[in-house]
């Protein structure tokens, strides 16, 4: 069960960065103690494993956890994964150490130990992760933990603008390797490591190679904070330094070389690798060396050196050799070891000084020489100076790049262009030891400096040793590690290559001597630069220049928003008709035109009249709008035509439905029509605006037309058939529609008044004590006149109308009519009472709940479907016979007549509802103080 | 043929919300509010457990079908309603006009429509339900009848509903005109003909995509979402930014796989542009927003466009992209709804002397003063943008994975592109309950125990889902089954 050790060490890290924050209660020290303890147990899980891993054996445990989904719960221990899992666990005990003098004594650490033990956890996973899609996982943990720590100091506005920044570039980039991990799981047939690195040729020859490269690297780049998007690594220099110093440093930005080292096997040896990567890595070597430099700030000159060195790592994985690969997996070594040496020297001096501008903090030997000598060797290492580690990572590199050109003719180029980074390199680890350790007296420091506590300097000084004996005596210190890691990163065993402190006087040793001497004389005019800097880095700034695509983004949204997003239903309406018309015209241009066959009816006087009748209410009503009550006459004009085009073509239902349905929308929207002023304001839309609109609505009616025409003139084979033949047998009617809606369709039905059941729910809502604002009353206080005439007429049409309406719904199953129908009407009759009487009286003589009639009509819709389920019958069947009925006569009935009265009475009661919630919201206005409330 | 036990939840929902509906009216009293909202959750949790126990099958003349696939939808459905109406339960409670025991039921009806737009297996079926919901959405809307917002924000909505319907309801006119049927089953079979793909069809299809675009408000038909959303009272926009997002979806994915399967390689295309419209349009219009409700706004429109992504792979020719991509959309917008449910909880909780606010800056130190709310927040930001190993990651890695399958690469990297720029402005909020110095106004209120419970609930399923995502994935894994094999 040792296997099991590879998730239980990630387990057990993160399970402590539970834990700790809760034993972090007993004191800093119990913090600091079982922190230390979780990493020494996450190592003793790792260690059994170790021997096989250094043998080049791979490891692979695996756990089916979603295997239809391709996860598995997969880990993996190989040369790589063990070089990274010592360099994290090693260095974390190293910083745990550290940050426990180094943070201040008020900060009960549990907080950031807990947060750190979380991204010892993630940066494990990722370095130990057989399957890609966890790998990803675990990667976006540290992103999230980086993100948490960089702001770890909240207080300042600095810190929390960097994090935000940080999480933004690595978190997205996170997500582009994830899409670049699914899309090479697509190409290889498996998310499983082996597979993928199995299947390179595939990858390398898929038509989608390119796309999964590019989305692979951005995740890469953006986590090793390449160039271009390098610039939220100085800003994160905001967090505490010990963070600098494990994440920033050593362990997370390395994550996107491992990554890059990792899939090594399969996605290299193509031009656009070679392109891209050894690119990216030049440029971001050689700008990060120059700005390092010039930061005044200690901390800003290693974040620029780190980006530097790991575009330095970039570079040699992405030129085209094995031996450079060597040298990447050693560089990375190396680095990780100085670098987090330096950063500890850093936040000593920091500590010390209580400031890290390096135009200040000078002298430094002579307070705290222990610490300057093991930060001198550290910088010596960085600079490459022979003896130290950097010094050998470095000749490697200079020695690859006098191997054959990639471009040829062109063989002095790259020798040349890595001396100079040399140059630059020497220059900027010269100014962290003169500037800082030598150059006369401090200027102006808060509190005198002196040594650390001596555990503060303990870390340090280990890892300034290791530079000193991976230097002296590389092969027996790293030479295994290095051999397995770089034939993991290979995918096959490494080429032959020498490691030893020395190796003659050659080429490589001159550019390096090249580079010492250059750095000197760089360093020596750096006050030039200075100058030169001052006047033109502001315009170039890496977070100035994310600030400004962020602002130009946001400005961009708000422009696009300003021309969508107004507000006004005038815009909203324009869009959508226009999408409507562009998604018809794509589906026009994608089917294109069929020629439409079948014989068109020629016209006739009666409809030319009707066109003309159609056109005018439509055109009127559109012109007319700010004249509302005209502008609904207008509307009734349509309505009307309509359904006298339903009478033409013989559908006497649909025309006497689409009749009383129009009176009674066209009166209640005139009633309510009273609220608001007559004429509506003339708004001052500009005559282009106004023509656009008409332009829209052009094209709408035209589409719309087209569409007709071509539905029109096509051979039309219908179920109406079916309907026709079954209508008497079946449902027991004579009147199809009517059957089609009681019986065949009766499902529909009841789901269509319980709509406007709803509607009627809806208006009660909206409109039960509404108040409404003065400007009303005007209209409203002509309301209750009543004209006299009408009041006598309506005293004889008012019995004459409810039998008219009984009548319809009693013949409505053979004869046009029917329940929808019958109930219009009586709403009709009913709303022509209320104008000719007024609301009192009406109310007064009905006396009757509409809430209750709805009720009721609901209940016996419902009731009579389950009635006949009470025979056995399905829901609706329809039972009908011949009936006597006294003074009616002899009758066929249908019991879906029951299920009729039902929908008659949802219909009355809807009508009732709206009518008196409309009367009522006069009355209120006429008479406030009665009512009470305050407006 | 005519089964009719098959949809006894839909019944049993609409008989109890008749009894609801009367119990609210008959006593005559000013404060059913709670008693009748409470009954209505009742309810909801009853037609789940009925939903739970429906078996396979059509019923209603083949008008009204049930499968596994309806059966996830609508359980998701009622708990985004129950736990939208839990939501209100407080907030409503102290302004008069909210607190009217009408709101509870126009939601029990809303659940209904939505349960019908599931079921529908035919285009009449569906406009009924989808009109059902869309009439108790413009009155909830618009509910908040003093605010001036409430009242354009529900006029809007119901105008542009209005029109949107109406494209949807000439949509599948055509479809009758030229099929001459309207049930799904005998579209399904009349469109495996050779013709199928004529012009008028192929318009009358995009008209109504057109209007389903419109419910789930996907771009270019998304205009109406900020301003309802913002306009709206809280709760009410948790409600529409949940459960009827998710069925206008789930009915969506029927129609367009069921009865126009054939035609997927027009609506294919179509929806390509709608997902990245939607997506793109959700990315970068939400950066520049102050009002938390109108960037959750954009937020919804750029969650709806990842999950089309899943639809998109639904048009593929390869059945096993095809249910891979209904798939993750399913389990998308699970995922998606109790997210966005919790972050509106946390929305709703904003309150300060008792008076609602609604900019995101008023969120800043809520670290110091609720820590609890704080964290929950986190939590749903984190996983709105996709951050392992929430649940949103989950959602967003099928999706893409979907679309890579499926060979729509470009969409997955468009989908991978906006969510760098929504993680920004999700990374925001948390930047500014975290660090940000409290304004001058003071603390928000402290939340009543009805959010907290919300809160808690979706929380601990968005943190903790990794823990167990299998009985999900099987369910939507057999959802899938039902109507794409």
Not at chain 1, 789 to 801: D, G, I, K
Not at chain 2, 379 to 399: H, I, Q, Y
């Amino acid at each position: 069960m040792t296997l099991a050790g590879l998730p239980l060490s990630i387990l057990a890290l993160l399970l402590g960065a539970a834990l700790v924050p809760l034993l972090a209660r007993s004191g800093r020290g119990v913090a600091a103690w079982s922190s230390a303890a979780v990493l020494g147990i996450a190592a003793l899980a790792v260690a059994p494993l170790a021997p096989a891993a250094l043998a080049g054996t791979v490891t692979v445990l695996r756990w089916p956890w979603l295997p239809e989904w391709g996860l598995d719960l997969a880990f993996r221990l190989d040369g790589l994964g063990l070089l990274f899992a010592i360099l994290i666990l090693g260095i974390g005990q190293l910083v745990i150490l550290y940050a426990a003098y180094y943070m201040p004594p008020e900060d009960g650490l549990g907080r950031f130990f807990g947060i750190l033990l979380a991204f010892a956890g993630g940066m494990l996973g990722v370095v130990l992760s057989e399957n890609l899609l966890l790998m990803v996982i675990f990667w976006e943990i540290t992103s999230l933990a980086s993100f948490l720590l960089i702001a770890y100091r909240h207080d300042a506005s600095e810190a929390r603008i960097a994090a935000r920044m940080a999480l933004a570039v690595t978190g997205g980039g996170g997500l582009a390797l994830l899409a670049g991990v699914l899309l090479l799981g697509r190409i290889a047939g498996s998310l499983e490591l082996s597979a993928v690195l199995a299947a390179g040729e595939a990858v390398r020859a898929h038509p989608l190679y390119p796309v999964a490269l590019a989305l692979v690297l951005l995740g890469a780049f953006t986590k090793s904070a390449q160039f271009p998007f390098h610039f939220w690594l100085p800003n994160a220099m905001a967090a505490p330094t010990p963070v600098s110093a494990y994440l920033h440093s050593a362990t997370m930005v390395k994550a996107g070389v491992f990554l890059l080292a990792r899939l090594y096997p399969v996605l290299s040896g193509t031009e656009l690798w070679f392109a891209l990567v050894s690119g990216t890595g030049a440029v971001t070597l050689a700008y990060g060396a120059y700005v390092a430099l010039l930061k005044h700030d200690l901390k800003g000159l290693l974040a620029y050196s780190t980006i530097s060195h790991l575009g330095l790592i970039t570079l040699l994985i992405g030129l085209e050799s094995p031996l450079s690969t060597v040298a990447a997996v050693f560089h990375i070594i190396n680095h990780a070891i100085f670098k987090a040496s330096l950063f500890m020297a850093a936040g000593i001096i920091d500590h010390e000084c209580g400031t890290r501008d390096m135009r200040r903090i000078n002298g430094m030997f002579r307070y705290m020489p222990q610490t300057a000598v093991l930060g001198m060797v550290a910088a010596a290492a960085m600079a490459g100076v022979p003896l130290l580690n950097g010094f050998l990572s470095k000749e490697m590199f200079f020695a690859e790049t006098l191997q054959e050109p990639p471009v040829a003719g062109y063989a002095y180029a790259l020798p040349a262009f890595a001396t100079f980074a040399g140059v630059l390199s020497v220059a900027y680890s010269l100014r962290f030891i003169h500037d800082v350790f030598f150059h006369g007296e401090p200027v102006g420091l808060p509190r005198t400096p002196h040594e650390p506590p001596l555990w503060m300097r303990v870390p340090v000084g280990i890892l300034s040793l290791l530079c000193l004996v991976v230097g002296l005596l590389p092969q027996s210190s790293v030479g295994a590690l290095l051999r397995t890691a770089s034939a993991a990163a290979l995918g096959g065993p490494p080429p032959p290559y020498e490691l030893a402190p020395w190796h003659g006087f050659n080429l490589p040793l001159a550019m390096s001597a090249v580079a010492l001497a250059g750095g000197a004389l760089w360093y020596r005019f750096r006050g030039v630069l200075f100058d030169l800097h001052e006047r033109f880095a502001p315009l170039v700034g890496g977070p100035a220049a994310f600030e400004r695509v962020y602002n130009a983004a946001a400005a961009a949204a708000r422009l696009l928003m300003a021309a969508m997003d107004t507000g006004r239903l005038r815009r909203y309406v324009a869009l959508l008709l226009l999408a409507a018309l562009g998604l018809g015209l794509h589906a026009v241009a994608g089917a294109g035109l069929a020629p439409p066959h079948g014989a068109v009816i020629p016209a006739d006087p009666v409809a030319i009249g009707a066109l003309v009748a159609l056109a005018v209410g439509a055109f009127g009503c559109a012109g007319l709008h700010r004249r509302r009550p005209l502008a609904v006459v207008f509307a009734s004009v349509v309505g009307l035509i309509v359904s006298l085009t339903f009478l033409r073509f013989s559908a006497p239902d649909l025309a006497l439905t689409q009749l009383s349905v129009e009176v009674v929308t066209i009166v209640l929207l005139l009633l309510a029509l009273r609220f608001l002023p007559e004429e509506a304001r003339a708004t001052d839309a500009p005559r282009r605006r106004r023509l656009g609109d008409a332009a829209i609505a052009g094209a709408g009616g035209l589409g719309a037309a087209a569409l007709a025409y071509a539905l029109l003139t096509r051979p039309f084979e219908t179920v109406s058939g079916f309907f026709v033949e079954q209508s008497v047998p079946g449902g027991g009617g004579t009147n199809v529609v009517n059957v089609i809606l009681v019986d065949f369709r009766g499902f529909d039905t009841l789901g269509e008044i319980w709509v406007l059941a709803l509607a009627a729910l809806g208006a009660h809502a909206l409109l039960e004590g509404l108040r409404l604002r003065p400007h009303a009353l005007r209209a409203a206080s002509e309301a209750d006149r009543h004209p006299v005439m009408l009041a006598m007429l309506m005293r004889p049409l008012l019995p004459l109308a409810l039998t008219v309406a009984f009548h319809i719904l009693l013949r409505g199953h053979n004869l046009p009519g029917g329940g929808f129908i019958a109930g219009l009407i009586t709403g009709i009759v009913l709303i022509l009472q209320y104008l000719a009487v007024g609301l009192d009286i009406t109310s007064a003589r009905l006396r009757v709940d509409h809430l209750r009639l709805f009720a009721l009509g609901l209940a016996l819709a419902a009731g009579t479907g389950m009635a006949s389920m009470a025979f056995g019958a399905p829901f609706l069947t329809s039972a009908h016979g011949y009936v006597p009925i006294p003074l009616v006569g002899r009758t066929h009935l249908a019991s879906a007549l029951a299920f009729d009265l039902g929908v008659y009475l949802v219909v009355v009661a809807t009508v009732l509802l709206v009518l008196s919630e409309l009367g009522r919201l006069s009355q209120r206005e006429l008479r406030p103080a009665a009512c009470g409330g305050q407006g | 043929m005519m089964n009719w036990t098959l949809a006894l939840p839909e019944a049993a929902l609409a008989c109890a919300g008749l009894a609801i509906l009367g119990a609210g009216v008959l006593p005559r009293r000013h404060d059913m509010f709670f008693p009748i909202s409470m009954a209505v959750i009742g309810a909801l949790v009853l037609a789940g457990v009925l939903v739970l126990g429906q078996g396979d099958g059509a019923a209603l003349a083949g008008q009204y079908v049930s499968d596994a696939f309806a059966r996830f939808s609508k359980v998701l459905v009622l708990i985004g309603a129950a736990l939208a109406l839990t939501l209100a339960l407080d907030f409503n409670q102290t302004d008069r006009d909210l607190a009217r025991f009408e709101y509870p039921v126009l939601i029990l009806f809303a659940a209904i429509g939505m349960m019908l737009m599931v079921s529908a297996n035919d285009l009449m079926t569906l406009y009924l339900g989808l009109e059902l919901q869309s009439l108790a959405a413009y009155v909830l809307a618009a509910f908040n009848r003093d605010s001036e917002r409430s009242a354009e924000a529900g006029l809007k909505y119901f105008v542009l509903g209005a029109l949107a319907s109406g494209l949807l309801l000439y949509g599948m006119s055509l479809v009758y005109g030229f099929v001459g049927t309207t049930s799904f089953d005998r579209l399904a079979e009349a469109l495996t003909a050779e013709h199928a793909a004529s012009l008028g069809l192929v318009t009358a299809l995009v008209f109504v995509l057109a209007g389903l675009a419109f419910k789930i408000s996907a771009v270019p038909f998304h205009m109406w979402a900020p301003d309802v959303y913002e306009g709206a009272p809280t709760p009410v926009t948790a409600f529409f930014a949940s459960a009827p997002k998710l069925a206008a979806v789930a009915l969506l994915t029927r129609v367009l796989t069921q009865p126009f399967g054939e035609l997927s390689a027009q609506w294919g295309q179509v929806l390509w542009l709608v997902s990245a419209g939607s997506m793109i349009l959700g990315a970068f219009a939400a950066i520049g927003q102050r009002n938390i409700k109108r960037l959750m706004a954009y937020s919804s429109i750029g969650n709806v466009g990842y999950a089309l992504i899943g639809l998109v792979a639904a048009a593929s020719a390869d059945p096993a992209v095809r249910s891979e991509g209904v798939r993750a959309l399913l389990f998308y917008m699970a995922i998606y709804l109790l997210m966005t449910i919790g972050a509106f909880a946390v929305l709703a909780a904003m309150r300060r002397r008792g008076r609602p606010v609604e900019e995101i800056e008023d969120l800043a130190g809520l670290a110091r003063s609720d820590i609890g709310m704080a964290v929950w927040m986190l939590v749903f930001m984190f996983a709105m943008a996709g951050v392992p190993p929430l649940a949103g990651f989950w959602s967003k890695l099928f999706v893409f994975r979907a679309a890579i399958e499926g060979g729509y690469v470009w969409l997955a990297v468009i989908g991978v592109l906006t969510s760098v720029v929504a993680a920004y402005y999700y990374v925001r909020i948390v930047r500014v309950m975290f660090f940000d110095a409290p304004g001058a106004a003071g603390a928000l209120d402290a939340r009543p125990a009805s959010l907290t419970v919300v809160m808690a609930a979706t929380g601990l399923f968005t943190a903790l889902f990794s823990v167990a995502p299998g009985p999900l994935l099987a369910a939507a894994q057999a959802a899938v089954a039902a109507i794409a094999g």
